[in-house]
Structure formats: structure tokens, C-alpha cells
Nanobody
């Protein structure tokens, strides 16, 4: 089974930064489409960012473009999300997720249900 473990969440003031990490079991970070999905209280899950395993092509949700950066370290089997210029509306539980495919597309951000494997989530609170 794939295991994804997020870390790096916390509380920060508006305008601040946080970096989330997602440690994975095995080498899936380099072999399948990976992404970050968030869910605010009382709202549906929202795709934040995705990264292709091969080319490293990246996609971002409109609400985070220019502020968030997704990246990966294949040697460490770790996925990252650098979040800058945080806003109160970024407050949510952030999940690391993986698609059971090497194919990657920005469409996954519109339909987070396409991600198969999920971490337990990490809370980000912006005040």
C-alpha cells in the first residue's frame, strides 16, 4: 500500500509563508502524478497543484497561481508545496495525493476524486 505522510502545516499570519512536505513510501513521487488538494471547513475538496512524474510539468488552481509552488525531490521520495503570500482564505486541511497513473493533467485539480491515494492531511491556518 502507498503511504503518504504530510507535515509542515501550522498557523501563520496573512502574508506569511509555509512549506508543506509529503513523504511517500517507495518511489511513487517520481513515477506517478502527484498533487496537493485542500479542504476548508464546510467546503468541497479543491485541487491546489499537480506535478507530472516525467517532465515535471506543473498545474495550479486559479486561486493559488503565482503564490504556491509544487516540487519534488525524487531522491528523498518527497513532494513539497511552498506557499507564499498566504491569505485567510487559504485556511484548510491540505492533503498530499497520488494518481494511479503516469498520466498527469490539470483536469485532476478540477476533479480531486481522480486521486487514488491520500495522506492524512495537515492543517494550515492563516489569520
Amino acid at each position: 500500500d502507498v503511504q503518504l505522510v504530510e507535515s509542515g502545516g501550522g498557523s501563520v499570519q496573512a502574508g506569511g509563508s509555509l512549506r508543506l512536505s509529503c513523504a511517500s513510501s517507495g518511489s511513487i513521487v517520481s513515477t506517478v502524478c502527484m498533487g496537493w488538494v485542500r479542504q476548508a471547513s464546510g467546503k468541497e475538496r479543491e485541487g491546489v497543484a499537480a506535478i507530472s512524474p516525467g517532465t515535471g510539468r506543473r498545474w495550479y488552481g486559479d486561486s493559488v497561481k503565482g503564490r504556491f509552488t509544487i516540487s519534488r525531490d525524487n531522491a528523498k521520495n518527497t513532494l513539497y508545496l511552498q506557499m507564499n503570500s498566504l491569505k485567510p482564505e487559504d485556511t484548510a486541511v491540505y492533503y498530499c495525493a497520488a494518481v494511479a497513473s503516469t498520466y498527469c493533467s490539470g483536469s485532476y485539480l478540477l476533479a480531486p476524486r481522480n486521486f487514488r491515494d491520500w495522506g492524512q492531511g495537515t492543517q494550515v491556518t492563516v489569520s
